[in-house]
C-alpha cells in the first residue's frame, strides 16, 4: 500500500458520548469518516444510552472540555467544528468562548432532547444557547422541538417554519435550518439566512430506526464546509447523505434503531449523496 501523503479536511465534534453507538460523539465520527474527513473529538459528557432511552448523563469538568479543545485545535488545526450536546450553562459559554476564537465555520446542533424524549441539556443552559452559543453559528440546525425550547414558538406546519426561522436568526447565526421532520407528509427542512431560501425536500421513508439523525445531519454539514463547499451546496450534500441513512436505519436493541452511516459503502447501495 502507498504511504499517503494528502491530509484530508479536519473536522472538530464537540458534543457528548452515545454509549449504543448511534448518535452523539459515535455518530459524528462515523459520518466524518463516510464523508471523507478526518473526525477529531471533544468529549463533553458521558451517557448511558440504548435504543430504549438515556439511562443516565454525567457532564465533564469545564477544565477537561477547555484542555481536549485547545490541544486539538493548537496543534492539529480545523477546518470545521460541530457542536451537539453542551449539557449546561457552564459548558456552553466555555465552549461558546472558545469557538468565537477559532477561524473555522461552525455548525451548531443545539441538542435538547434526545430521540426518546430524555433531557439532554439543562432548563438554566437556554438562555447561554441564546445569547453566546448560537451567535457563534454560521450554520445552527434545530428541529422543532428546540426551536419551542429556545423561542417559544410551535410549528405545526411549513408555512410556520419561517417565523422559526425569522426566531432562530434572530439570536445570530448566518444560517439556519429548521428541521421539519416531526411534520406530517415529505420529510422537509428549510435552509435560510434571512434572504435566501431553499425547501430541501426529501422522500418519508417507512422506517422507524432513526436514532442520530441530528448529530448526523449536523455532522455532514460540517464535513461539506470543510471540504470548502459553500453553505447550501453542504446542506444539500448533507440532507442527500441522512436521508440515505435512514432509508438504511436499522434495529438494535428493543427500542429505535441508528441510521445507517456506512450506508454509501454497502454492497447494495446504489445512491449517491451529492
Known amino acids: 500500500m502507498p504511504i499517503r501523503t494528502a491530509v484530508p479536511p479536519r473536522v472538530l465534534t464537540v458534543a457528548g458520548s452515545d454509549s449504543g453507538g448511534g448518535a452523539g460523539i459515535q455518530a459524528d465520527l462515523k459520518t466524518m469518516l463516510a464523508l471523507g ?5 471533544v468529549l463533553t459528557a458521558v451517557t448511558a444510552q440504548n435504543s430504549l432511552g438515556v439511562q443516565g448523563a454525567w457532564e465533564l469538568p469545564v477544565d477537561a472540555v477547555r484542555a481536549q479543545y485547545r490541544s486539538v485545535v493548537d496543534d492539529i488545526g480545523v477546518q470545521a467544528v460541530k457542536t451537539g ?4 450553562a457552564a459548558l456552553v459559554e466555555t465552549v461558546a468562548e472558545l469557538l468565537a476564537e477559532t477561524d473555522a465555520p461552525v455548525v451548531v446542533d443545539p441538542v435538547g432532547v434526545s430521540k426518546h424524549g430524555d433531557a439532554l441539556l439543562a432548563a438554566e443552559a437556554l438562555d447561554s444557547v441564546r445569547t453566546k452559543l448560537l451567535p457563534t453559528a454560521t450554520v445552527a440546525t434545530p428541529n422543532l422541538d428546540e426551536v419551542a425550547q429556545l423561542t417559544g414558538v410551535r410549528v405545526t406546519d411549513e408555512s410556520g417554519m419561517r417565523r422559526a426561522a425569522e426566531e432562530i436568526l434572530g439570536f445570530g447565526p448566518r444560517w439556519v435550518v429548521i428541521k ?3 411534520l406530517p407528509g415529505e420529510a422537509v427542512d428549510l435552509l435560510t439566512d434571512g434572504s435566501a431560501e431553499h425547501w430541501l425536500r426529501a422522500p418519508r421513508h417507512d422506517n422507524r430506526h432513526t436514532h442520530g439523525t441530528g448529530c448526523t445531519l449536523a455532522s455532514a454539514i460540517a464535513a461539506g464546509l470543510a471540504l470548502g463547499m459553500d453553505v447550501p451546496t453542504a ?8 436521508t440515505g441513512a435512514i432509508e438504511a436505519g436499522f434495529p438494535l436493541g428493543g427500542g429505535i434503531g441508528p441510521v445507517d452511516h456506512g450506508w454509501l459503502t454497502r454492497p ?3 445512491q449517491t449523496a451529492t
Not at 37 to 41: E, F, I, L, Q, T
Request: no cysteine.
Open 37 to 41: 474527513v478526518h473526525g477529531m473529538s
Open 85 to 88: 450536546m453542551l449539557a449546561s
Open 180 to 182: 421539519g421532520g416531526h
Open 235 to 242: 446542506v444539500q450534500g448533507a440532507k442527500a447523505y441522512v
Open 268 to 270: 447494495s447501495s446504489g
